[in-house]
């Protein structure tokens, strides 16, 4: 059975910093793509950055520089350090794989930017 569980998530003033991680299970982690996406009220859900291998990353121009995706194949995790945060980065944050198995989804973690 596939999980993919986030933490992480919570309030911070602007300018400051949160670590999103998921923890992946039941399906071939270290072969699949793994990305961050958000959808703020009223808004679609977006990408915010996704990573193949270990040496590759790509983000949207919202979050770069301020964002860093990394990962963990032995521990199947996946991480986002968040710095410099602004308000318009207020918005439910999921973890998404895309493994040869098929797509999967976790259950997202509430960021809020908010002074």
């Known amino acids: 059975q596939v999980h993919l569980v986030e933490s992480g998530g919570g309030l911070v003033q602007p300018g400051g910093s949160l670590r999103l991680s998921c923890a992946a299970s039941g399906f071939g982690f270290s072969t699949s793509i793994m990305s961050w996406y958000r959808q703020a009220p009223g808004k679609e859900r977006e990408l915010v950055a996704f990573?193949?291998?270990?040496?590759?990353?790509q983000y949207a121009d919202s979050v770069k520089g301020r964002f860093t995706i990394s990962r963990d194949n032995a521990k199947k995790t996946v991480s986002l350090q968040m710095n410099s945060l602004k308000p318009e980065d207020t918005a439910v944050y999921y973890c998404?794989?895309?493994?040869?198995?098929?797509?999967?989804w976790g259950q997202g973690t509430q960021v809020t930017v908010s002074s």
């Open positions: 998404r794989a895309e493994a040869v198995a098929g797509i999967y």
């Open positions: 990573m193949f291998s270990t040496d590759s990353a």
